[in-house]
């Protein structure tokens, strides 16, 4: 009588091929390389797009509040009543009034066009990061026609601080000649850097009193910033202000109003998974194909095993054994190797970029102009279980085919 877990002893030996078969043994070192390099790539890509979602909700909400509060017609009469009753609602840990509009600024002979924003600096704080983004001067100063720039906006300009920049808007003055545009020269008190280019390269912040002067608002805002205690709460605050102020009012949370791009990202997340699992399938077949030549060679072993009482069970099993240890670690190589460039990535491209001299992410086409990686548990399990799932299917129909194998057919000429 066989001893007992026979299976584990036969099925570990045959991982280790013989002279006449060292064919086969490349196949199997290449279904666990397969499997590793897929495994890696799903580890590094999820890594990558989650830490690139994460980067990109901290940089959105470095500049924009968790919730805006608008009027429709885009001008907020009596905002200051408002203010008071956003800063008394639930949730809410900051508020302040703003207003937006569309200028051209010009300095030197250059021009850009520019999203302007008109803030209370001591208010602004408690909403958006502007303050620990400045990089040069200080946005305290904006008070008296003082204006705080992008880092790329002024690089366009060619302007810094105590430089001039003429702010032109198409809010027209009317005059004998017809509607002029209204320009007013503004000095600069500050560049910030948001870290991300699109906000770097268009945006302008200006006092909310210069603003309404600019704009001809009077004494009317666009609108109040929001901040709740966390982003996620944001859609719970938005609907306490919207049952509190009644639909007089726009409410939008950062959520409603990235929800295309967010949504997008996640897609993007979605269809990367399941093209680099592709991967780790193909590796799978080579698991396939080696174990089905195992059993081919191994022929008269099967036989001998049967005749001496092992059931169909436990030669299933055998070759279970031998497909799963390939699998597994081929698993673990990978999750090793994924884990390692995951938490290294930006010391190895900016290896890379150095080596071949090269810039792999730039600020002007991409909305970052850095890779961060973010690894999260649950991608990490996701990975590791589809693989070794994957690789245990793999050896099913293989050890059906050994299982069935007939003693007398594979002995008969022996």
């Not at 909700?57 to 001008?75: C, M, P």
């Not at 002024?154 to 302007?159: E, F, P, Q, R, T």
């Not at 240890?325 to 990535?345: E, K, M």
Request: proline letters at 2%; charged letters at 15%.
């Amino acid at each position: 009588m066989l001893k007992e877990r026979y299976e584990w002893f036969i099925g570990l030996r045959y991982l280790k091929a013989k002279r006449s078969q060292k064919f086969i043994g490349v196949i199997t070192f290449l279904s666990m390389g397969g499997i590793a390099l897929g495994v890696a790539a799903l580890i590094v890509v999820l890594a990558v797009m989650t830490g690139f979602r994460a980067e990109l909700q901290k940089q959105i909400l470095g500049v924009t509040s968790h919730v805006v509060v608008q009027a429709y017609g885009g001008r907020m009469s009596g905002y200051e009543g408002v203010l008071q009753q956003v800063k008394q609602s639930d949730g809410v840990v900051g508020a302040s009034p703003f207003i937006l509009g569309q200028a051209l600024l010009s300095a030197g002979g250059r021009a850009a066009g520019a999203v302007v924003r008109g803030i209370v600096p001591a208010l602004d704080r408690g909403v958006s990061s502007l303050a620990k983004n400045i990089k040069y001067g200080d946005v305290a100063h904006i008070p008296g026609f003082g204006i705080v720039l992008g880092r790329h906006l002024a690089s366009s300009l060619g302007v810094g601080l105590r430089d001039s920049v003429t702010v032109t808007v198409p809010v027209g003055n009317v005059t004998v000649m017809g509607a002029m545009p209204r320009m007013k020269r503004f000095r600069v008190v500050g560049i910030f850097d948001s870290g991300m280019y699109e906000y770097d390269n268009t945006l302008a912040y200006i006092h909310l009193p210069d603003a309404q002067a600019l704009f001809q608002m009077r004494d009317r805002a666009t609108g109040v910033e929001v901040r709740a205690e966390r982003p996620a709460l944001a859609m719970g605050v938005a609907e306490n202000l919207r049952t509190k102020l009644g639909e007089s009012f726009w409410i939008r949370d950062w959520m409603q109003m990235n929800r295309n791009f967010f949504r997008a990202l996640k897609l993007e997340k979605a269809t990367m998974f399941v093209i680099l699992l592709l991967v780790v399938l193909v590796a799978a077949f080579n698991i396939v194909s080696s174990l089905i030549m195992v059993v081919m060679e191994k022929g008269r072993d099967i036989a001998i095993l049967k005749t001496m009482g092992a059931s169909e069970s436990g030669i299933m099993a055998i070759f279970v054994i031998n497909g799963g240890v390939i699998g597994l670690f081929g698993t673990l190589a990978g999750l090793g190797l994924g884990l390692l460039l995951s938490f290294n990535l930006e010391a190895a491209l900016g290896f890379i970029e150095k080596l071949f001299d090269i810039q792999i992410l730039s600020g002007d086409v991409y909305y970052i102009d850095h890779l961060p990686s973010v690894v999260t548990f649950a991608d990490v399990a996701w990975v590791t279980g589809l693989s070794l799932v994957i690789s245990l299917l793999a050896t099913l129909y293989p050890a059906w085919r050994a299982a069935r194998v007939d003693p007398v057919d594979a002995l008969r000429y022996e």
